[in-house]
């Protein structure tokens, strides 16, 4: 049993770290970390605690099977008077079920706030420390752990009601069955005195196992409350899943078309409308516009997190839905705002998607987007170990090891979102002219506040509100004095301070000699 029980949870713990993996981007912006961690691991323990008393449990109800066919044996009528507040006890548990359960899962929701609570104040740290909440969110931790404590105790109060139930079934089952009936009926001597005696020890050994089973009972419950909780988790479907007859994608040259686009995240509040965007193999494409533009939710569509509402998403005239997601996304890189590197030494972040790749890749890599010198110059190289999130490298230089880690693989599309808004200009620059060599022959998808860092794209797609607005080259766009001309006035006017407004209202920036 407890090879049956561990491999059971190991099995169980294995299936969700798969499922968790396969599930939308989207379904970890609306459920915290801390929750999740609850139900894979806090009420995954509960269930140990269950197979750990199935073997005593087991037991307990194969010797009442046996004392039951043994009585009703030896004298059926005195075993089914005897044995006539067993009904009665089912009937209490059954009432007892209905509140405690309640109670239960109860306990297991703020065991998960508290879980969430603990996650959320360790990696915001910092931002608590330097704003000096502390005390504030002490206090906030203190009602999310009395509703834990609350939810416990009200728990132990229905667990401690229903022993002394118990215990007062089994007085009335020895008093009236034995003592009263089997008295009479050894008096009438239609009941051998005996037989009598045999009942009574049988009694006694009948309700012995039950006063075990209903101490195990509360745990059985509580662990049906934590399983109930694992397979609603295991029960959501991930948001994008390839069909069945779905194949694998070729070797892609990297032409993307969005073609009468929709996309919404909630129905009714349209994100993306009416996108027709024709990339061409090889193109550098910048994404711009004001916050909320969509543009981030046009790389994610072409990532395929998610799934366009109407219209289609084509790479190399395949629709993304009718190939497997894997095949296609092995081709394509992105490199994020934020950097996240995983614990581990510098050349297995860098090699991460890809470990085949020997360690010249590695240093080539690392070499084209200007990595190699601060590499080389940390205490053991590329063989360094990064701490959790690779805390212990600046900013700059976990993005520069995400562009390696990007590149090291050779794919055909580049999607860059935002990559370089946390480095410094000096960093950046060395970034741009590594990137003239990276995205040479690649197709490429840049989002970028600073305008400065698309100038040179091949095409760049001015996005308002969901909609594609303008499409051109960057002196073009200028001369039009539309929404990319405001947006680049307004970026250079904070960059340099000397925007003007000229005739029809569009700014545009004052002639400079770097300009």
Request: glycine share 8%; net charge negative.
């Amino acid at each position: 049993m407890a090879r049956v029980g561990q491999s059971i949870l190991y099995s169980l713990r294995t299936q969700m770290f798969s499922h968790l993996q396969d599930m939308s981007p989207s379904f970890y912006h609306r459920t915290a970390v801390g929750r999740i961690m609850s139900r894979s691991q806090s009420d995954v323990l509960q269930l140990q605690e269950t197979f750990e008393m199935l073997v005593l449990a087991l037991a307990d109800v194969l010797t009442l099977a046996f004392i039951v066919i043994y009585m009703l044996a030896v004298d059926w009528q005195l075993a089914v008077v005897s044995l006539s507040i067993v009904p009665v006890l089912f009937f209490i548990l059954g009432y007892w079920q209905r509140f405690a359960r309640r109670s239960f899962m109860r306990i297991r929701r703020a065991i998960a706030m508290v879980n969430g609570e603990y996650n959320q104040n360790i990696t915001g740290v910092r931002v608590v420390q330097s704003l000096n909440r502390q005390d504030e969110n002490l206090n906030h931790f203190k009602e999310l752990n009395q509703e834990h404590l609350d939810a416990n105790l009200q728990a132990s109060r229905f667990s401690g009601g229903l022993q002394p139930m118990v215990e007062f079934l089994i007085g009335i089952g020895m008093g009236f069955g034995i003592v009263l009936v089997g008295g009479m009926l050894a008096n009438s001597g239609s009941l051998e005195w005996g037989v009598l005696v045999a009942f009574a020890l049988w009694i006694q050994r009948f309700f012995e196992p039950v006063r075990h089973l209903t101490m195990q009972y509360g745990v059985f419950q509580r662990s049906m409350a934590a399983g109930v909780r694992i397979f609603e988790l295991l029960d959501l479907d991930p948001e994008v899943n390839d069909k069945p007859d779905a194949i694998d994608m070729p070797p892609i040259r990297g032409e993307v078309r969005f073609e009468d686009v929709n996309f919404h995240y909630v129905e009714g509040v349209e994100v993306l409308q009416d996108i027709n965007l024709h990339i061409n193999p090889g193109e550098n494409v910048a994404l711009v516009g004001s916050t909320g533009a969509g543009k981030s939710t046009m790389v994610t569509l072409v990532h395929r997190f998610a799934d366009v509402t109407n219209g289609k998403i084509t790479i190399d005239g395949y629709d993304l839905r009718d190939v497997k997601r894997e095949s296609f996304v092995g081709q394509m890189s992105m490199v994020l705002q934020e950097p996240y590197l995983f614990s581990g030494n510098v050349k297995d972040n860098i090699r991460y998607c890809y470990e085949n790749t020997t360690d010249d890749d590695v240093i080539a890599a690392a070499k084209t987007v200007g990595a190699h010198d601060f590499i080389m110059a940390l205490e053991d190289g590329y063989d360094t170990i990064l701490a959790e999130r690779g805390v212990n490298l600046s900013v700059g230089q976990r993005q520069l090891v995400s562009f390696a880690r990007a590149i090291v693989g050779d794919p055909r599309i580049i999607v860059l979102d935002e990559a370089t808004a946390n480095i410094d200009t000096h960093t950046e620059i060395l970034i741009q002219e590594a990137l003239s060599h990276v995205l040479a022959g690649r197709t490429s998808i840049v989002i970028a506040h600073r305008l400065s860092t698309i100038r040179n794209a091949d095409k760049i797609v001015v996005l308002d509100k969901g909609r594609i607005v303008e499409v051109g080259r960057h002196e073009e766009l200028l001369r039009r004095n539309g929404v990319y001309g405001r947006l680049y006035a307004i970026n250079y006017g904070l960059a340099h301070g000397n925007g003007v407004e000229p005739e029809g209202g569009a700014l545009i920036p004052a002639p400079a000699d770097n300009d």
